[in-house]
């Protein structure tokens, strides 16, 4: 993938610009079959299988993220873990209800092999403290007054970078 990368990038070299379509990105991503069935499809199939335990599926067009809407008590009998509540302090995220896993979880052994990683079940997200709405903070309202760094300074836009950050910093021409 790196190598077709740098093919199609480079001005002087036959492949420039002749930039695949995203179903020849997905087959260079996945090789990775068992016969002629894809581990996501293998997945989705598993997971409708289990009586009770979906709500829904969703395969991205790069058949690399196996999507899942499940039953939370089936959820629990699943994964051999316990779900529990959470409801972040941060008082700018009021009525945000997360449930996650509270103690280790299991995957099938038929599942194991073919799963990397199962997002949303243990980790928290990280909750920033400052409000969404930029007319609600004076520091926010700044956006645009800083030139150089499109106001990103680390009072009023920590964490966050810009195209404009980006080409000050690293000095590529602008398009």
Known sequence: LEEKFWAVSDPKGPD???????????????????????????????????????????????????????????????????????????????????IRAGLPYNLPDELAPKVSIVDKLVRLPYLSERPKDKSTSPALRQVGTDDEFDSCSTTSCTGATTPAVLQAQYGYPTL
Not at 54 to 63: D, E, G, H, L
């Open 16 to 98: 420039y610009k002749k930039y695949l379509k995203l179903e020849e990105v997905a087959d260079l991503l996945h090789p990775i079959k068992e016969g002629k069935t894809l581990h996501a499809d293998f997945i989705v199939d598993f997971l409708n299988n289990q009586e009770g335990l979906v709500k829904s599926t969703r395969v991205t067009k790069t058949r690399d993220l196996v999507t899942a809407t499940l039953n939370a008590k089936a959820a629990e009998e699943f994964f051999q873990t316990e779900l529990y509540h959470y409801t972040p302090t941060v008082t700018t995220h009021g009525g945000l209800d997360m």
